[in-house]
T-cell receptor, first 110, second 113 residues
Framework: NAGVTQTPKFRVLKTGQSMTLLCAQDMNHEYMYWYRQDPGMGLRLIHYSVGEGTTAKGEVPDGYNVSRLKKQNFLLGLESAAPSQTSVYFCASNLGREQYFGPGTRLTVT | SQQGEEDPQALSIQEGENATMNCSYKTSINNLQWYRQNSGRGLVHLIL?????REKHSGRLRVTLDTSKKSSSLLITASRAADTASYFCATVSRGGATNKLIFGTGTLLAVQP
């Protein structure tokens, strides 16, 4: 099992550009999550999904959209990137209590 | 913000010593979890303690929970250089049906060989 994988690992965007981060899990988990991690802030929940075809807002959803068309994939989109979205993005999934995390995507917006 | 807080923010100890990290949170919880993050990597689950438990052990890890004070502590005994990492507590709120985690701000532990 690959667990939770994220694509890409690194990305540099210019302000106003768009991009999509892909998260994939092969554990048949129902729940999937997108977090961002900033220095000294811990992880903050952006959006989450409780099953295929469902999404919901987390703590910091503004400027992001998500889709869960297939159970194994959870996509995070930035329509018009801003420097404030420079961060490390983590995807996670779970079935029960503990969450399994991907390796992260480091995004820089200039 | 609902985020919890951890202290200390950073901790440096010698190999073989014990490391204690504390976590405070704001809401009533279903459970509290501790995660570890090595530099540049994703988080890895270490241990979970339910709201009706007061103490739990796993190998060299000991977690305590005091729901009246809304606080938890993680003790790592006989630390090793390989324990160097950031440690985060995370809570699942009572009544939540989605297993959403609210993370603390983390403690950076450095174990000197």
């Amino acid at each position: 099992n690959a667990g939770v994988t994220q694509t890409p690992k690194f990305r540099v965007l210019k302000t106003g550009q768009s991009m999509t981060l892909l998260c994939a899990q092969d554990m048949n988990h129902e729940y999937m999550y997108w977090y961002r991690q900033d220095p000294g802030m811990g992880l903050r929940l952006i959006h989450y999904s409780v099953g295929e075809g469902t999404t919901a807002k987390g703590e910091v959803p503004d400027g992001y959209n998500v889709s869960r068309l297939k159970k194994q994939n959870f996509l995070l989109g930035l329509e018009s990137a801003a420097p404030s979205q420079t961060s490390v993005y983590f995807c996670a999934s779970n079935l029960g209590r503990e969450q399994y995390f991907g390796p992260g995507t480091r995004l820089t917006v200039t | 913000s609902q985020q919890g807080e951890e202290d200390p923010q950073a901790l440096s100890i010698q190999e073989g010593e014990n490391a204690t990290m504390n976590c405070s949170y704001k809401t009533s919880i279903n459970n509290l979890q501790w995660y570890r993050q090595n530099s540049g990597r994703g988080l890895v689950h270490l241990i979970l303690i339910r709201s009706n438990e007061r103490e739990k052990h796993s190998g060299r890890l000991r977690v305590t929970l005091d729901t009246s004070k809304k606080s938890s502590s993680l003790l790592i005994t006989a630390s090793r250089a390989a324990d160097t990492a950031s440690y985060f507590c995370a809570t699942v709120s009572r009544g939540g049906a989605t297993n959403k985690l609210i993370f603390g701000t983390g403690t950076l532990l450095a174990v000197q060989p």
